[in-house]
């Protein structure tokens, strides 16, 4: 069994690239793969509060890379969803404590233990950002629809490209009312200008802070939208690359309809 | 609702265009952003090229990106001080 790789980054902070990890790693999971989920946001974890795993930390991804522990005893198993696994960032170290180096070493490890690896990159596109994508096997860039996040996103798709990877974008909280009305990028617009592979459109969704707040799966609440979409992105992801990408859609009022009718919006 | 009716009239500037011209544009400029390293080392390479045929002034050679609105281009500027010979 030789595990896949899967790093999430993005270039800019800030636009989801956390809850997409943690959503598409525990949505792969429910899919029935073993799934280790790695913080490599060293100095400024975070991925262990949004999965409500912050109270069984003992030993870090630092600790596995420097040889202080065992992978297994790093790997915290998420107890509502089996086969779930979270190797948190260090706190206290810096982010040049990790190599390339080591990373590849500890990435070999992983492979042998896991179907799914899922990276959670810093934003920047410094040290860490190296460290997260040196033993990629497949890279995925988060973007929301604003004019610096698809900036960021072009300079990182170019650095993954730089290291043979073929990266494949989500774009992240979509507001098609907003859209519709001409105040926010379509999706389209926004693939339009980068020219990449897509994986998956994710709406905005006020879920998603609620369940960062009980530190809850995104994915295991039917209700919520932008859960259902990174449920979608996992299975493309798990081989069911022809499912089709559900597009947003903003529900029409009948004020709209009707001047849409008399040709007022478009 | 009739304020909203008649902005429908008035022709609007949507934004959303706007980033999307904006983008391409600086997605463009982006790429064309050469690093000083990048600069020294082509500098090299075209010297050792040229050297080969004509002794150049290589103190007061220059090279340079230049950008207009539509094109960019690379300029090298050289004084020419003598045709080698070729050897045989």
């Known amino acids: 069994m030789e595990g896949k790789i899967i790093v999430v980054t993005s270039g800019k902070g800030g636009v989801g690239k956390t809850t997409a990890t943690s959503s598409i790693g525990a949505a792969l999971a429910l899919e029935g793969n073993r799934v280790a989920i790695v913080d490599m946001d060293i100095g400024l974890r975070n991925l262990d509060v949004v999965m409500g795993l912050e109270n069984r930390i003992v030993f870090n991804i630092v600790d596995v890379v ?85 900036r960021d996103a072009d300079r990182v798709i170019g650095l993954l490209y730089a290291k043979s990877l073929n990266p494949k974008l989500i774009v992240n909280r979509i507001e098609p009312a907003r859209v519709v009305r001409g105040e926010m990028l379509s999706h389209e617009d926004v693939l339009e200008v980068l020219s990449i592979d897509l994986v998956g459109l994710v709406p905005m969704d006020e879920k998603v802070l609620i369940s960062s707040n009980t530190g809850t799966p995104l994915v295991l609440q039917n209700d919520s939208k932008a859960g259902m979409a990174f449920r979608q992105i996992a299975r493309r992801l798990n081989g069911e690359e022809e499912l089709p990408i559900e597009m947003p859609v903003y529900k029409t009022s009948m004020w709209h309809k009707i001047s849409k009718t008399f040709g007022l919006k478009q | 609702m009739l304020s909203g009716l008649f902005k429908r009239f008035t022709t609007r500037k949507n934004s959303r265009d706007d980033a999307k011209k904006r983008l391409q544009f600086s997605l463009i400029y982006d790429k064309l952003e050469v690093n000083d390293t990048t600069l020294t080392d082509l500098q090299q390479d075209i010297v050792d090229v040229i050297s080969k045929y004509f002794e150049i002034d290589t103190d007061s050679l220059e090279l340079k990106v230049k950008r207009d609105d539509n094109v960019s281009a690379l300029v090298f500027n050289t004084p020419i001080l003598h045709v080698k010979r070729k050897k045989a």
């Open chain 1, 66 to 150: 420097q040889d202080r522990c065992k992978v297994e005893q790093a790997a915290i198993r998420d107890r509502r969803i089996e086969n779930l696994f979270l190797i948190p960032a260090s706190q206290s170290d810096n982010k040049d404590v990790l190599t390339t180096a080591g990373v590849e070493r500890v990435a070999r490890q992983l492979r042998s233990k896991f179907d799914f690896i899922i990276m959670d990159s810093p934003a920047g596109i410094e040290r860490g950002f190296e460290n997260s994508v040196v033993a990629a096997d497949e890279a995925l860039v988060v973007c929301t629809p604003d004019v610096s996040a698809v």
